[in-house]
Every structure is written in C-alpha cells, then in structure tokens.
C-alpha cells in the first residue's frame, strides 16, 4: 500500500515563526500536493509539484512556498506565520500522467497546524 | 473545472445499501468522474472512478448515467466504518493530475 507520511499530526507556533510542513511518499510517485481543509471552505490547493525542483502554484498560494529536493519529499514553508494559517494541512501524491490518466491521489493523515 | 453537486448529508442503517448521488450537468467528454471519501481525523481516500461505463471494486460501485450527467457511488453493505464525508469530483485529463474538492455528502450510518 502506498504511504504517505506527514511529520507531524499536531503543531503549535507563534505568529511570524518560520514554519516548515515535511511529507515523504514511499511510492516513487512523481506527482505531489499540499493542501489545506477548512470547515465550510473544503480543501483547497496550495501548491503541488509534478517532478523533482518543479512546482506549481494552487489555488492559495499567497503566504507560502514549496521545496522538493527529492523525489520522496515535499515540504511546505511557511514564510512568516500568521493567525489565518491555522488549519489542517493535507499533504497527497499520484503517479505521473505517463503511467495514465486517472491515477488517484494518495493522502497522508493530516498536520493540525495551529498558529497563535 | 465543472461543478458537482452532492447532498449535504444522508443517513443509512448497517448493512443496507447506500447511493450516493451526485450531478455533473457540465461534465466534458474528458472528464472523469472521482469518488474519495474522509473518514473522521484522517485524509481523504480514494473509493473509485471512472468514465464512461460502471465500475465495481472492493470498496464499492459506481453507475454512470447515459448522458453521464450524474452518477450513484454504491455501498452494497454499509458498516458503520462507512461513516465519512463523500466527494464526487470531476477531473478533466488537461487539468493533469488536479482535484478539485466541493463540500461533499455527510454520510451517518446508523446501528
């Protein structure tokens, strides 16, 4: 089974820290995807990467980045933490579009980021 | 992305079958349909998908209108361990590998 591994379930931080959100993926998918959930706003798309040093912009990028140095990881940066970041951040992967179309997405369990 | 609509929320009894509607009266030739669901304090899972025709694996089974204009995701037994929230999502081959995630249908089963 793929496995799809977020560094931590919990976290705690204080505005304006520097904040990063790690994920590795146990599959060598090429896809990978942050996102955050909210209640009444569902997930959406913060960035996502379709291959090693490439990356996209989602959704709601605004106040934050994205490294993947590596394959198997991606991580989320928070640049300057502010309160209207706390949320669960989802962190997913899929194969690339060559292994075909309709590849599904695999998630991780979730970050509850809280920022205070 | 084309838009799907789903109910809020549904109710089941264990170990009754359950369908799950969903419309997608914009859906292009290109667009596949995606089932996920989330279960409490996890991240979504993948359930199924599809295209054109209806689909079965081990979670469960998806019908695909004619006119592919909505579809039924079915549970055949539902278990209380079905009580999640339910996505339908549309994904257009040119969008890559995007999902685009609406509000879903609330599933309670109940004993």
Same mark, same amino acid.
């Not at chain 2, 009894?13 to 009266?25: F, I, Q, R």
């Not at chain 2, 667009?31 to 995606?34: A, E, G, L």
């Given at each position: 089974d793929?496995?799809?591994t977020?560094s931590s379930?919990?976290?705690?931080k204080?505005?304006?820290?520097k904040?990063?959100?790690?994920?590795v993926?146990?599959?060598?998918?090429?896809?990978?995807f942050?996102?955050?959930?909210?209640p009444g706003l569902?997930?959406?798309?913060?960035?996502?990467?379709?291959?090693?040093?490439?990356?996209?912009?989602?959704?709601?990028?605004?106040?934050?980045?994205v490294?993947?140095?590596k394959?198997e990881?991606f991580?989320?940066i928070?640049?300057?933490a502010?309160?209207n970041?706390?949320?669960?951040y989802l962190?997913?992967?899929s194969?690339?579009q060559?292994?075909?179309?309709?590849?599904p997405?695999?998630?991780?369990?979730?970050t509850?980021?809280s920022?205070? | 992305d084309?838009?799907t609509?789903?109910p809020?929320?549904m109710e089941s009894? $264990? $170990? $009754?079958?359950?369908?799950?509607?969903?419309?997608?009266?914009t859906?292009?030739?290109t667009?596949?349909?995606?089932w +996920?669901?989330q279960?409490p304090?996890?991240?979504?899972e993948?359930?199924?998908?599809?295209l054109t025709?209806?689909?079965?694996?081990?979670?469960?089974?998806?019908?695909?209108?004619?006119?592919?204009?909505?579809?039924t995701?079915?549970l055949?037994?539902a278990?209380?361990?079905?009580?999640?929230? +339910? +996505?339908?999502?549309?994904?257009? $081959?040119?969008?890559g590998s995007?999902?685009?995630?609406?509000?879903?249908?609330?599933?309670t089963?109940?004993?």
């Open positions: 793929v496995k799809v977020q379930r919990y976290l705690v204080r505005t304006g820290e904040v990063f959100l790690e994920c993926q146990d599959m060598d998918h090429e896809n990978m942050w996102y955050r959930q909210d569902g997930l959406r798309l913060i960035y996502f990467s379709y291959d090693v040093k490439m990356k996209e912009k989602g959704d709601i990028p605004e106040g934050y980045s490294s993947r140095e394959k990881r991580s989320l928070l640049e300057s502010s309160t970041q706390t949320s669960m962190c997913a992967s194969p690339g060559r292994r075909g179309y309709g590849q997405q695999h998630f991780g369990d979730g509850r980021l920022i205070l | 084309a838009k609509t789903q809020n929320s009894n $264990e $170990e $009754e079958p359950v369908h799950l509607p969903c419309n997608h009266s859906i292009s030739g667009d596949y349909i995606h +996920y669901r279960l304090s996890q991240g979504p993948y359930v199924i998908h599809g025709s209806n689909v079965n694996n081990r979670m469960a089974s998806l019908a695909i209108a004619e006119d592919r204009k909505s579809s995701l079915i055949h037994r278990t209380l361990r079905d009580a999640a929230v +339910y +996505y339908c999502i549309l994904r257009r $081959e040119t969008s995007r999902l685009t995630f609406g509000e879903g249908t609330q599933l089963v109940n004993p």
